[in-house]
């Protein structure tokens, strides 16, 4: 009977010892958990790492057929040690760099993962550039991932005069994505047009003491129906407030020190304004509370005291209905926050109970629901290590890692952004990154598709349906695959005015499918802010949107291939009831008058009631039409008393 490896290791101690001090008597190794005495052999010519190690031990890994190895020296029941790895292809008079790692894992512990080609034998090299003591390490194997493949086709088209597009994000209310471009002292805009062109504007803007040259978001800070700009910078931030219809920008430049990264806009607080934030990379993460009247006020701590902050997203991960913050991290602090809201905007780190504050080093993460239970996940895409983190949602406030089983290990290759979305609208969230997209195959698992464009701003852009990437001065259009879809503008009213932070729900025939409404995700880019949502062969859906007021809207039955406009509130049922009534109202939204059509209703009483009930006007109705200047942006009741009764109808003031 053969003698399980670990056995025979023990028996022959002293010679496999003396073996392990040059490359040439390398120990082969396979699974299992290893013990080293003492690092006191011949050092490596080749050093991945830097540093200037003196002394090195040696193994070996060779397969006979195409695997996935990690090698941690993180071993359970055994003092952890500050060690570092680096593994080599080639031969051991010209070794070739294949994998390394310093401190991936707990205690400054080594973590290494990398795919293996069958029958090439791997050099394994510790050295002793923090510590000569001994330590045990575990060598385990997964399954390598399918070859790569061409899945989803992009064709690149020149964008001639944009300048470096920052934003694909519907600038004029038009339900079209448009192209942003920003400089210190202008913003372009390419305001797509229904046949898919482009036209091109440029507005001259007070100068932006801080530009966008880390990363940008968007949003309506102001509540007047235009998208606002958020510009960090390694100085700091600058804000441009846009007029009410987008043709002109104000800046208010902070004089505060922040060395920005990731920008974002949310209603931190959650009291209906929207807020605006940033990574720090040197110092506490900060906050631009909105006071809702005329300005936006610098606050720092509380949302993340270290350095080291680079990609932040605001998510629902525990599905209590606030928005919560995650952060990863990279550099001189680099444990990655997980911080859920309470009511009042109090962030709280629960990362080191989540086995989320590892030395994992990335710029971003990717948030989506992957698996379709209905709670998000997470991919934490690496920037400069070798390890990548896929974590399922369990549901419960917990985390699994599910990497190696779901095949989005060491061949991704690294990159600062990480970006989720349905590419081929089948239903299942993609993700773009690393080497190119994991297609999502429905079933736990992902393919590479080596074909891809890099990440970049995403939106529809030439308004088929299928969602499209701008990298390196071209719009990637998306070449679609024949499936449907569904995407969801929300307008808020009682919440901010862009609906972020929204929970939006979409429910076919056996699918059920949920995003967040986020300003802000990846790295350095701004993506569209309406929800985009694949319906593969379905042609209904059911759309709910819970909306950061708590306001639920329902609405069923809504056809596929379209842009679903949702002002809050205008679907949900109040203490009036809702009477089926042969008025309309236009237009839809109003601003400074609505005109009532439909039954005779001209010089008749009526009186308009707020969601809650509350009657905020009364009036006679002249000329068929009502002045509602002096009414808030919301979703209102207009009730019209007739002889037969009053008639009761929405509409929805902007």
Known sequence: MRKPLLL??????????????????????????????????????????????????????????????????????????????????????????HASDDDDGAGLSSLVQFYAAANVTYFIDFDNRWSSNGFHFTLSLFPPPPPPVDLIQFSPVTIPGMGYCMAAVDMNNDQLDDLVAPSASSVRIGHQQPNGTFDFVTIATETATHTASWSMCVGDLDKNGANDLMYGSGSGVSLMFSNDDGTAFSATNYPNYVFCQRTNMV?????????????HDVDANVAFINNGVDSLLFEQGGYGETCGNYGSVFTDYNNDGLVDLFVAKCGCDPKDL???????????????????????????????????????????????????????????????????????????????????????????????????????????????DVSAPDNGPVGDLDHDG?????????????????????????VGSVSNSNGIGARIIVTTDGMQQIRDVKSGDGFEFMSSLMAHFGLAQASTATVEVR????????????????????????????????????????????RDRITIGGADTNNRSAQIFSTTGALVLSATIRANTIGIEELNRGVYILEVTTPDGPLRTRFVKD
């Not at 941690?72 to 070794?95: H, K, M, W, Y």
């Not at 695959?481 to 995407?487: D, E």
């Open 338 to 448: 997980l911080m859920p809201n309470s009511p009042g905007g109090v962030f709280t780190d629960v990362a080191p109970d989540l086995g989320l504050d590892d030395s994992h080093q990335s710029w971003s993460s990717a948030w989506g629901d992957f698996d379709n239970d209905g709670d998000m996940d997470v991919m934490i895409g690496s920037s400069s290590s070798t390890v990548h983190k896929l974590m399922r949602n369990n549901g419960d406030g917990t985390f699994t890692n599910i990497t190696n089983e779901a095949g989005v290990n060491a061949n991704n290759g690294q990159s600062i952004e990480w970006t989720t979305h349905d590419f081929n609208n089948d239903g299942w969230l993609d993700i773009l990154g690393g080497a190119g997209l994991l297609v999502n195959n429905g079933d736990g698992t992902f393919t590479m």
């Open 267 to 279: 209603d931190l607080d959650n009291d209906g304004n929207l807020d605006a934030f940033s990574c």
């Open 547 to 590: 909306w950061p007021s708590g306001i639920v809207d329902h609405i069923q039955d809504v056809a596929a291939n379209q842009v679903l406009v949702v002002y809050e509130g205008f679907s949900t049922t109040t203490v009036l009831e809702e009477t089926k009534p042969d008025i309309v109202i236009f237009p839809v939204p109003a």
């Open 8 to 97: 025979v290791l023990a028996s022959l101690t002293g010679q496999l010892l003396n073996a392990q001090n040059t490359c040439l008597t390398a120990l082969p190794v396979s699974e299992g958990t290893y013990q080293v005495t003492a690092i006191d052999g011949q050092v490596s010519a080749v050093n991945c790492l830097g540093g200037t190690p003196t002394l090195s031990e040696w193994y070996s890994f060779t397969s006979p057929v195409d695997t996935g190895v990690i090698i941690t020296t993180e071993v359970n029941g055994f003092p952890l040690v500050d060690t570092r790895i680096q593994v080599f292809s080639g031969t051991c008079d010209a070794l070739i760099c």
């Open 466 to 490: 299928y969602l499209d990437v701008v990298a390196n001065g071209s719009i990637n259009i998306n070449q679609s695959t024949g499936n449907n879809w569904l995407r969801i503008h929300p």
